[in-house]
């Protein structure tokens, strides 16, 4: 696609309750990050995949947090019972790999509220 | 916690005069790169300076990188009401790319 798509935009869900969030990053790039931003904050690093295996899930911040990808397209970030602290906007951006000088294109974000 | 670590945290300047922002990070970077946030959404990325440049332009954006001190400036020339914005430096380690808290820009017309 012509940039990095996120979907939903916006989700209310309820406290308990399991979401799932999708990234769709741009054809071709290898490399994927999710991150975390909660209001006035600054981007907090979840996990990094290239292609579909995760070599780094450092930034997970619980056990209720997963995600998955596949091949080297869609991403989905699983949190499970849901929790309040857990709104924020997450993040997606793709970008072409290890390569040094790749910059990292980022889609509009899910804004998730835990109500 | 964050590695990289912007200030000022947040920044107000009337329009044409010149911002600084600067940026410190922590690990051996392959580059540094700086993004700008609109309200809280997607983040644009402005301009990429590599592990072995020390300065580099674009347009009215200027980026120096220092790192014997692991740190940088973005410095934007005269100003516009529509630079108001949130500025993040992110510093490419080998795998990961890694955000600072964020300079928060405005500019007054």
């Known amino acids: 696609g012509a940039g990095v798509s996120q979907s939903p935009s916006n989700k209310v869900t309820e406290k308990g309750k399991d979401v799932e969030l999708r990234c769709d990053p741009i054809s071709g790039h290898t490399a994927l990050y999710w991150y975390r931003q909660r209001l006035g904050q600054g981007l907090e690093f979840l996990i990094y995949f290239q292609g579909n295996s995760a070599p780094d899930k450092s930034g997970l911040p619980s056990d209720r947090f997963s995600a998955e990808r596949t091949g080297e397209s869609v991403s989905t970030l699983t949190i499970q019972r849901t929790q309040q602290e857990d709104s924020a906007v997450y993040l997606c951006?793709?970008?072409?790999?290890?390569?040094?000088?790749?910059?990292?294109?980022f889609g509009q974000g899910t804004r998730l509220t835990v109500v | 916690s964050q590695q990289g670590e912007e200030d000022p945290q947040a920044l107000s300047i009337q329009e044409g005069e010149n911002a600084t922002m600067n940026c410190s990070y922590k690990t051996s970077i392959n580059n540094l790169q700086w993004y700008r946030q609109n309200s809280g959404r997607g983040l644009v990325h402005l301009i990429l300076?590599?592990?072995?440049?020390r300065e580099k332009h674009s347009g009215r954006l200027r980026v120096t990188l220092d790192t014997s001190k692991k740190s940088s400036s973005l410095l934007i020339t005269a100003s516009r009401a529509a630079d108001t914005a949130s500025y993040f430096c992110?510093?490419?380690?080998?795998?990961?790319?890694?955000f600072g808290t964020g300079t928060k820009l405005q500019v007054i017309p």
């Open positions: 951006a793709s970008s072409t790999g290890q390569g040094p000088n790749t910059e990292a294109f």
């Open positions: 300076i590599r592990s072995n440049e």
């Open positions: 992110a510093s490419r380690g080998y795998q990961k790319v890694t």
